[in-house]
């Protein structure tokens, strides 16, 4: 993935990622998620409820909930999950793809300077995470989780407002999972 890229002097330790980190703001989108063929619709809320604590609820538009995660600094706790995500792997990729999105702080090992972007690699247990900034609008468009020779998981934020996605895809390369979150438009 880096072979072409050109590396340059950091002057960042540490990459923030903003999204999902006010405590006074609900987080709600519009969520599809189809995994190995089941498709699941509905609404996701990410709600930061403490310093290093935040909540990922998704429910139907009905109002039954599909799972409830709670994520305390490093410990994950399953709440509640529907019977038919409630696969160990399942659970599992949906415990780091929604980890990757809220984490706020990664230590930079190492920059990269592309065209229109700064790249920023951070260390993610035996993998890495690569943070996309837009150098003309400064926002974090990207971050894709990679092992040592290739990439897992692509996080995509568009319609970025505010400091906001409006759009949001999780994309992975080897399994049958995608995510696409939707933010409600407030009336």
């Not at 330790?13 to 498709?39: M, P, Q, R, W």
């Not at 619709?41 to 990410?46: E, K, Q, V």
């Not at 930079?108 to 790249?119: A, I, S, T």
């Not at 990207?142 to 407002?161: A, D, G, H, P």
Request: proline share 0%; charged share 35%.
């Amino acid at each position: 993935m880096t072979k072409d890229w050109v590396k340059s002097e950091s002057t960042q330790k540490y990459i923030e990622n903003s999204y999902f980190s006010e405590l006074t703001t609900d987080y709600v989108y519009k969520a599809k998620i189809d995994v190995y063929g089941h498709k699941f619709g509905g609404i996701l809320i990410i709600k930061k409820i403490g310093k290093e604590e935040h909540r990922v609820v998704f429910t139907t538009e009905f109002g039954n909930k599909l799972f409830d995660f709670l994520y305390q600094k490093d410990i994950f706790k399953k709440n509640f999950i529907v019977e038919d995500l409630d696969k160990k792997m399942i659970v599992n990729t949906l415990q780091k793809d929604f980890k990757l999105l809220i984490s706020e702080k990664a230590k930079v090992e190492v920059q990269y300077d592309l065209d229109d972007e700064l790249v920023f690699k951070t260390s993610d247990d035996k993998r890495s995470n690569f943070y996309f900034i837009n150098k003309k609008t400064h926002t974090l468009d990207k971050i894709v989780n990679t092992s040592k020779s290739k990439q897992n998981v692509e996080v995509l934020y568009k319609e970025i407002i505010d400091g906001m996605a409006n759009t949001i895809w999780i994309n992975h390369h080897h399994i049958n999972l995608q995510i696409e979150l939707k933010k409600f438009a407030k009336k």
